[in-house]
């Protein structure tokens, strides 16, 4: 998992609740590195892990919901750092049309070792579209948080649903948007 996905996470603890917070939660996850992570640099899912259940047991909030807070707070960083891969993207529909064909693919231009998931837009409408999201990590509730980020960043309100499929690190989100 890339760098700049910690040291988000960890300025999301600075920035919301207090630094010496953010440094208890690093010192009792017991990290490989001690917590010394560069933006660029990749570190194993586990260790990401491990930061969560830290601040599970420490704030009670299961770590679903500290996903899917930290997801929407992370968009707003990833479109301060890489405001041009949202350049001609007039809503959040258009964003999530072309993750996989546009902006994760600049991503990976970018950090050619990233972990991106894949989606597959399924139908899609002026204000409502289907979208099929699939990653061995099953970070639904980040992604959940990254469309409210989003969206919130367009001006958009949105519904979503999400349901699991059958198939193995599958989803399908219907997302509608108020006209
Ligand atoms: C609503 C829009 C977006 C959604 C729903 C979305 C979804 C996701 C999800 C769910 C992941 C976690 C990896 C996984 O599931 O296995 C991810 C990773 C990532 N995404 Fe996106 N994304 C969005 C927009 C963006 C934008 C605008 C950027 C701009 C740079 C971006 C850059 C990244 C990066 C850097 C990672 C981390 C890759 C890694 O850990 O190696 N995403 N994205």
Redesign the pocket.
Known sequence: ??G??FTSLIEMLEDNVSPDFADEVLEQANLANDGAFTAVG?YPFSEMQKLLLVLEQKTGTPVEQLLYDFGYYL?GK??AK?GQ??SGKKNILD??NC?DND??VQ?RKL?PD????KFSVLSRTATEMKLRYY?T?E?YT??EG??DG?ANHFGNKIQRQVVKLDEAHTYQFTIFMEA
């Open positions: 998992m890339l700049i996905v990749y968009f990833l479109a890489h891969v949202l964003v999530l993750l902006i994760h991503v950090y990233a972990d991106l998931p990653s990590r970070l980040l992604a990254l469309m989003a």
